[in-house]
């Protein structure tokens, strides 16, 4: 039998390759979950590269090759956290005011489910409320915006169609429901004992939306 052809070593190079590539992957996301961990513990600002690397099992050599930097794996950290809301609700965002309570709801029990997800964005939000330049600032803003947005437009269409009281103001309606998450979150993570986050949501969004509203 002869040596292998220059087929076989290209298909051997390209299987090398394609291991290689889904370990850095593997290895990229362990140090964002470790990172998504120890920010909403600790803070950005109170946590270091070397501290994300021993809780992923690398070096910190290794989280920098990755990411480049600590402000690179906080934007890679904050897209994971967009990308997996985005993921889990996407499928209610056509659903009128039905629709926009079930993601809230499910919303509510996944952050019960993960409450790490919820410290995450607490705390970094709260650590970065001063600093008004920053990409982190500017994006919780954008986030805020883009879902006051989202809400109104659902409200608004409910209400043109009159399945809401006729004195209801969209915009006013959306920033009090998203000033009601954020609160509610933030009263729960202080005390998830005593506070049934999802229960509460459910409470106040029957109140400001009945179900036959939609």
Not at 45 to 60: L, N, S
Not at 101 to 104: G, I, R, S
Not at 106 to 123: C, K, S
Not at 181 to 195: I, R, Y
């Given at each position: 039998?002869?040596?292998?052809?220059?087929?076989?070593?290209?298909?051997a190079?390209?299987?090398?390759?394609?291991q290689?590539?889904?370990?850095?992957?593997?290895?990229?996301?362990?140090i964002?979950d470790?990172?998504?961990?120890l920010?909403?513990?600790?803070?950005?600002?109170?946590?270091?590269?070397?501290?994300?690397?021993?809780?992923?099992?690398?070096?910190?050599?290794?989280?920098?090759?990755?990411?480049?930097?600590?402000?690179?794996?906080?934007?890679?950290?904050?897209?994971?956290?967009?990308a997996?809301?985005?993921?889990?609700?996407?499928?209610?965002?056509?659903?009128?005011?039905?629709?926009l309570?079930?993601?809230?709801l499910?919303?509510?029990?996944?952050?019960?489910?993960?409450?790490?997800?919820?410290?995450?964005?607490?705390?970094?939000?709260a650590?970065?409320?001063?600093?008004g330049?920053?990409?982190?600032?500017?994006?919780?803003?954008?986030?805020?915006?883009?879902?006051?947005?989202?809400?109104?437009?659902?409200?608004?269409t409910?209400?043109?169609?009159?399945?809401?009281?006729?004195?209801?103001?969209?915009?006013?309606?959306?920033?009090?429901?998203?000033?009601f998450?954020?609160?509610?979150?933030?009263?729960?993570?202080?005390?998830?004992?005593?506070?049934d986050?999802?229960?509460?949501?459910?409470?106040?969004l029957?109140r400001?939306?009945?179900?036959?509203?939609?």
């Open positions: 039998m002869g040596g292998r052809t220059a087929s076989d070593k290209l298909r190079i390209a299987g090398i390759k394609g290689t590539q889904q370990r850095g992957i593997e290895r990229r996301r362990r964002v470790a990172a998504v961990e920010f909403g513990r600790n803070g950005y600002r109170g946590t270091g590269v070397a501290a994300v690397a021993e809780r992923a099992g690398i070096t910190p050599s290794a989280v920098i090759h990755h990411f480049g930097s600590k402000d690179r794996l906080l934007q890679a950290v904050l897209d994971e956290f967009d997996r809301a985005a993921a889990r609700l996407a499928h209610h965002l056509d659903g009128g005011l039905t629709g309570v079930a993601a809230l499910d919303d509510a029990d996944h952050m019960t489910r993960h409450p790490g997800l919820a410290t995450l964005h607490t705390v970094l939000q650590e970065h409320l001063a600093d330049d920053s990409p982190v600032h500017i994006r919780f803003r954008e986030r805020s915006r883009l879902l006051r947005r989202h809400i109104a437009d659902t409200v608004g409910a209400h043109r169609l009159g399945r809401l009281p006729a004195a209801t103001d969209p915009e006013a309606t959306a920033a009090e429901l998203l000033a998450l954020e609160g509610a979150l933030t009263l729960w993570l202080l005390d998830p004992e005593t506070v986050l999802v229960a509460l949501y459910r409470g106040y029957n400001i939306f009945p179900p036959e509203a939609d």
